[in-house]
């Protein structure tokens, strides 16, 4: 069994920045493939960006060049650095793992978080 728990949500205004964190434990597959996803308010949950064995990272194209994604091994952590917040960026943004993960989908993810709710105010 896999926890996730997503932390570093809150209220920013358009163009600030924020950092989640998605602390895993149990049995990780961290070393494999994480994903970030996010859920906005009557829209379906879309992918945000994904890393794999702890290096390639993969992203939206409505979030690349402004969200980075990556991992601390020692941590069990990953984190989302979310620069240049849009209001289009307000969602609720969960972490994902899986054993069998399809790039760039949220295919093969077993094991989700609760979310962290992330708004942006214009």
């Known amino acids: 069994q896999v926890q996730l728990v997503e932390s570093g949500g809150g209220l920013v205004q358009a163009g600030d920045s924020l950092r989640l964190s998605c602390a895993a434990s149990g049995r990780t597959f961290i070393g494999n493939v994480m994903g970030w996803f996010r859920q906005a308010p009557r829209k379906e949950r879309e992918f945000v960006g994904d890393?794999?064995?702890?290096?390639?990272?993969y992203y939206a194209d409505s979030v690349k060049g402004r969200f980075t994604i990556s991992i601390d091994n020692a941590k069990n952590t990953v984190y989302l650095q979310m620069n240049s917040l849009k209001p289009e960026d307000t969602a609720v943004y969960y972490c994902?793992?899986?054993?069998?993960?399809?790039?760039?989908?949220?295919?093969?993810?077993?094991?989700w978080g609760q979310g962290t709710q992330v708004t942006v105010s214009s």
């Open positions: 890393i794999w064995n702890g290096a390639s990272t």
């Open positions: 994902a793992t899986g054993r069998f993960a399809v790039r760039g989908t949220s295919i093969g993810y077993d094991y």
